[in-house]
Structure formats: structure tokens, C-alpha cells
């Protein structure tokens, strides 16, 4: 799919390569430059915002309010080293807000650190044997105020790491539910709640 930037994103895009809303560092001539990291997640949040019109996931009655979803700054403190312990594969029917039940699969858990603390959180997948990817449903201190309140996802491929994985809460995104009432979202099971805020990724957009 070939994005279109919106107004409104491109905007924040360019704000943020002149340095002056997002993390940047100074080169050698003094110049403020934006990191390759943190240029390349403003375009994939312009790109998510069209998506969420073109899919019409965004409800039609609030589109025309509609300037693109709400986040934090990029943060590359929460870009995080995690630790893998292999689970034993065990089967899980999630809750949703519907009457749907879908099934998921134990796939790993992962230990990170932030400050002087560690956390675990549970990476599932709906496919043992294709391993499309790794789905991570969490919730944190900052739910129900900055963010969605019924807690927020990370989506990403698993490429084979065997002892440690990169766990980046600057991907975390909300349910689709939290802005269409015709989604069915898995819950967030409660051994995937943090007793921490992480002030990374998206906000929520209603309240």
C-alpha cells in the first residue's frame, strides 16, 4: 500500500525535522537533525492515519473532525532489550467486547527493565506452526487517563530471536473498538498489566 501523508501529519513530519517538537541530536556544524529511527515511526504514523480512513475504521459521523490519531513524542528510552523465556505452547481463548472468542497460543515471555525495576509481559500468537507474528496486549499506569482505557496492543513479525527481542512501546496502538464500536478487540489479560506508566506510543483519541 503507497500512504498518502495528510495535511495534518505531514505537518507534524516536517515540525519534527526542523527539530523543534521531537528528540533530536545536534551535528557537527550545531544543526539539529532527526534520528532515522524517529523519522521513519512519524511516517508510519502518517501512513496509519490514512489507513484508518481508507479501511473506515475511523466511524463515518467523526470523520470530518477527523486530524490524525494522538501519541506520544518518540521516546527511544522505551525501546527495550527483553529477555525471552520459552512457554510451553499453552492455548488461550481471549475475552473480547463482543461475543467473539478467539484463540491465541503462548508463545513467549518478555522481561524488561525500566528505571531500576523489571516487568514481564506475555507475547501470543495465533499460529504456532506459520508464526505470522507476535501479538503483545498490555495495560499500564497510563490507561484510562492518557490512553485508551481498555489497554493497547503491539503488533510486530517474529524473525527468529532465540534470547532476547527488541520490545518498542513506540508501536504500542489501540484497539480498533476504541474508535468503532463494529470491532470485536481481544481484552488484555491481567497477567499483562503493568504497575508502571509508559508514556510511548498512542494516546487515546476519545474520551
Given amino acids: ?8 501529519s505531514l505537518l507534524v513530519l516536517l515540525i519534527c525535522v526542523a527539530g523543534i517538537s521531537c528528540h533530536t541530536k545536534s551535528n557537527s556544524a550545531g544543526e539539529s537533525t532527526i534520528s532515522e529511527y524517529t523519522k521513519n515511526l512519524y511516517i508510519l504514523r502518517a501512513g496509519k492515519d490514512e489507513e484508518m480512513l481508507e479501511k473506515k475504521i475511523i466511524e463515518t459521523d467523526k470523520i470530518k473532525d477527523f486530524k490524525g490519531l494522538n501519541y506520544f513524542e518518540p521516546d527511544s528510552s522505551y ?4 529477555k525471552i523465556k520459552w ?5 488461550v481463548v481471549f475475552k473480547t467486547n463482543s461475543e467473539r472468542s478467539p484463540t491465541y497460543y503462548k508463545f ?3 522481561t524488561f527493565q525500566v528505571a531500576d525495576s523489571t516487568y514481564t509481559v506475555i507475547a501470543y500468537t495465533e499460529d504456532m506452526d506459520a508464526m505470522t507474528g507476535l501479538f503483545i496486549p498490555f495495560k499500564d499506569k497510563t490507561n484510562n487517563h492518557e490512553t485508551y482505557g481498555g ?3 503491539i503488533e510486530v513479525p517474529y524473525k527468529g530471536e532465540k534470547e532476547t527481542f527488541e520490545l518498542d512501546f513506540n508501536l504500542a496502538f489501540n484497539p480498533y473498538c476504541h474508535y468503532n464500536h ?3 478487540c481481544p481484552l488484555v489479560p491481567f497477567e499483562n498489566t ?3 506508566e509508559i508514556p510511548a506510543g498512542e494516546k487515546k483519541l476519545y474520551e
Avoid at 525501546?79 to 527483553?82: E, G, N, P, Y
Fill in 1 to 8: 500500500m503507497v500512504f498518502r501523508l495528510t495535511y495534518h
Fill in 79 to 82: 525501546r527495550l532489550k527483553a
Fill in 87 to 91: 512457554l510451553g505452547k499453552e492455548k
Fill in 108 to 110: 513467549c515471555s518478555l
Fill in 151 to 153: 489497554g493497547r496492543y
Fill in 182 to 184: 463494529g470491532y470485536s
Fill in 194 to 196: 503493568l504497575n508502571i
